[in-house]
């Protein structure tokens, strides 16, 4: 038996967060077992399913990696096979039309209510004569559902779970306007479609035993069921937006890598001894639904940016350029010069190792992609004062001649520097000065890297403009006391 599988989001808003990890495990399950994933756009509320929400949801998955097996399947195109299968069911005797009329609904759901229970058709028109039947009154079609006994499903996560029939009523499966119902749809598509597996969030449990009620009414295979617990935020409340219930398209934004984020998925509810990084390979050799816990699993933004942090220290740095360019230019910055592109490659590799997203890296790139000056933040103003100032000055004709403009060039000629200062200097009383005058900030890589990247001219005009700035400052501060 070839696995098939699939990913069948309804195309109402984006591809949450829950579904990128159905979607993630059922490729994955398909791709362990040599299979195909297919993708199906349940589209059949017309109403709210928008062409925005269809191409949200196939460019969230193709960022993901997750590619699917020939075009995705369009739901609402396949109205008029759903009819046919539920009119062979009817005459089959196997459906039967109901003409219970909205008021007599809305009596049974009262009464229901009243007595604490859950709304159950009552199977009025189960076994009534049609000669019976209103004049002008359009029927919807139900199906002739076991009454007694029960269904019992052999759920590959959940394990065995059986429902007494007497809890379920007679779906319907075709409306009074001839349009099929989701649970219809649903059992048709994944039968035509070959479809051997069914993963999906638990939330679809007590789906699973009306559709294998209409498998068995059609004497079709009835696929195995996995239904996989959802996801809760970190306070083990459903998850929402204030836990990270977003769209694929807002992690991309935030500076999250489709690797990073698959991993991470992938380890929310499904295991592999204490293994944490598990890469694409990795996780088709590994993957199983047994492994899968029957909890809900609690999403932490914490150990998704771990993970991040990981994937960025280990992807290619031309990638990473790309990206942070791209992202730069999402924020409406200007196009970077020649040889500010140069300075970003030079310097990812030390932005890297402390930034968690491409985010970050983007914000903390502002003195490499600036052909300009460093804006002093407070705590580099703070720095740049007194004794500093002019060692920063009799620095400058050292960097000018220096000959070695390699991050280990210039920390031999500063550490000479200080060394040869009356008394000698720690490393560190210049190097801080260093980072303020060509960051801006208090906090970067290693300096002599930062330097190595900056090259020779901006770094000596950045230490240049730091002196003529606090000069001017003096002065104005001296005018004004006079």
């Not at 990890?21 to 994955?28: D, E, M, S």
């Not at 295991?271 to 492994?291: M, N, V, Y």
Request: aromatic share 6%; with cysteine; charged share 25%.
């Amino acid at each position: 038996m070839t696995v098939v599988t699939r990913f069948a989001p309804s195309p109402t808003g984006f591809l949450h967060i829950g579904g990128a990890r159905t979607a993630l495990f059922n490729w994955l399950y398909a791709h362990s077992r040599g299979g195909r994933f297919l993708l199906r756009i349940e589209d059949t509320d017309r109403a709210r399913s928008t062409d925005a929400a269809i191409n949200a949801i196939i460019d969230g998955l193709r960022w993901l990696g997750l590619d699917w097996s020939g075009d995705p399947t369009m739901q609402s195109e396949r109205a008029a096979r759903h009819a046919a299968v539920a009119h062979d069911l009817l005459a089959r005797g196997r459906a039967y039309r109901c003409w219970a009329s909205t008021e007599e609904l809305t009596e049974m759901r009262q009464q229901a209510k009243a007595q604490g229970l859950p709304f159950r058709y009552d199977g009025r028109w189960r076994d009534r004569d049609p000669a019976e039947a209103p004049t002008g009154v359009a029927p919807v079609i139900r199906l002739r559902a076991p009454a007694s006994g029960e269904t019992r499903i052999a759920d590959l996560v959940q394990g065995d779970v059986t429902v007494a029939n007497a809890q379920l009523d007679d779906m319907v499966l075709l409306r009074s306007d001839g349009t099929p119902t989701y649970m219809l749809a649903v059992v048709v598509d994944d039968h035509d479609m070959g479809i051997t597996h069914v993963i999906r969030g638990d939330d679809h449990l007590s789906n699973a035993f009306r559709q294998y009620q209409l498998y068995r009414a059609l004497d079709w295979p009835v696929p195995e069921f996995a239904h996989v617990p959802l996801i809760h935020g970190a306070d083990g409340a459903k998850l929402s937006k204030r836990h990270g219930a977003l769209g694929v398209d807002a992690y991309r934004d935030m500076g999250y890598l489709p690797e990073a984020l698959c991993n991470y998925l992938l380890r929310l509810g499904w295991s592999h001894g204490d293994d944490e990084i598990i890469d694409r390979e990795q996780a088709i050799a590994w993957f199983d639904l047994p492994a899968i816990g029957r909890s809900p699993s609690r999403f932490d933004f914490a150990k998704l940016d771990s993970l991040n942090a990981h994937y960025l220290r280990r992807a290619d740095l031309e990638r990473l350029a790309t990206l942070v360019v791209a992202g730069l230019g999402e924020r409406g910055h200007q196009p970077l010069s020649p040889a500010a592109m140069a300075r970003l490659r030079a310097g990812l590799p030390g932005l890297r190792d402390r930034a968690k997203t491409v985010r970050e890296l983007a914000d903390n790139a502002g003195y490499y992609i600036d052909d300009g000056v460093a804006p002093l933040n407070a705590k580099a103003r703070e720095i740049l004062k007194g004794p500093v100032l002019d060692r920063l000055r009799r620095l400058c004709p050292l960097l000018e001649s220096c000959s070695d403009w390699t991050a280990g060039g210039l920390e031999q000629a500063v550490r000479h520097f200080v060394a040869a200062e009356d008394p000698p200097l720690a490393l560190g009383k210049l190097a801080q000065p260093l980072r303020a005058a060509l960051t801006g900030t208090t906090v970067s890589p290693p300096i002599f890297d930062v330097m190595a990247a900056l090259g020779r001219e901006l770094t000596l005009r950045r230490i240049t403009h730091v002196l003529k700035d606090e000069m001017d400052t003096e002065t104005v501060s001296t005018g004004a006391g006079g």
